[in-house]
């Protein structure tokens, strides 16, 4: 194995460079905004419907904390080198999640703050040259786990319908969410140039043709209207025209 200090852990996904240790403080961050806004909250919000068809506030709570167990096991994985999937199947992380669903929302937070420690513990236990790690499938590298835990709780805080928007993501998060979503578009996916307010450089999905729509408005703005989390009635359209459907997105 190469030795820590001539690893560069830094990783690019989809044109954007990646610090996960950077990230990691964002995880924290973003985590902790969660817990304390979650604590404000009435105990009868478990079994009330979130923002995700057939899920409740206690569907989305259990599936970040058991998120948040999928990736201690990647790092683990990176960091020992011994296969450990982040989940045993599709079927045992549906079934964890409508288990746990019901729990109190005491438990629930309790969980999350446990799972959340595990994860930044696994992360602080990972030398420099097993963050190169590359896994058969999933995510391209270790470097990216921390990202995509953040993707998760800012995205799926938002999910819970309980005050928390787009609006409130940083400017960076929204813009490394966006170049994502359009970094990897399905085949589906219809062509559009992105100019999001203050970034210079448009950001294309697809092929652009002489009437491809160009789609202006708050990097926040679009990228959740990209992830399905808004309905895009603050964004332009040019030529004037109706916003074209985005392809469905996790």
């Known amino acids: 194995m190469p030795s820590p200090a001539k690893v560069n852990s830094t990783a690019s996904v989809l044109g954007v460079t990646i610090d996960p240790l950077v990230l990691m403080t964002d995880v924290d961050q973003a985590t902790e905004t969660l817990l304390r806004a979650l604590e404000e909250l009435d ?8 923002a995700l068809p057939g899920w409740t506030v206690g569907h989305v709570l259990t599936h970040l904390a058991r998120n948040a167990e999928a990736y201690t096991n990647l790092l ?13 199947s599709r079927e045992a992380r549906d079934a964890a999640i409508e288990e746990g669903a019901g729990r109190p ?15 930044a513990d696994a992360a602080a236990a990972m030398p420099a040259a097993a963050w190169t790690f590359r896994y058969p499938s999933i995510v391209p590298s270790a470097a990216v786990v921390p990202w995509a835990r953040l993707r998760e709780v800012e995205v799926h805080h938002v999910d819970l319908g ?21 970094g990897d578009p399905p085949a589906s996916a219809p062509a559009m140039v992105l100019r999001p307010a203050g970034v ?18 708050p990097t926040r703005s ?23 459907q985005p392809a469905r997105w996790k």
Do not use: C, K, M
Request: glycine share 12%.
């Open 162 to 182: 309980r005050g928390y928007t787009p609006a409130d993501w940083s400017d960076a998060f929204a813009l490394r969410l966006l170049r994502e979503i359009a």
């Open 222 to 244: 679009i990228a959740a209207w990209l992830a399905g989390r808004a309905d895009g009635a603050d964004l332009t359209v040019s030529p004037d025209g109706e916003l074209p």
């Open 200 to 217: 210079e450089h448009p950001i294309t999905i697809g092929t652009p043709a002489g009437n491809t729509p160009a789609i202006g408005g």
């Open 105 to 119: 929302l005491a438990e629930q937070i309790a969980d999350l703050r446990a799972a959340h420690e595990r994860f």
């Open 43 to 50: 105990g009868a919000v478990i079994g009330e419907p979130s």
């Open 76 to 88: 683990i994985w990176a960091r020992t080198g011994a296969e450990t999937p982040a989940y045993a």
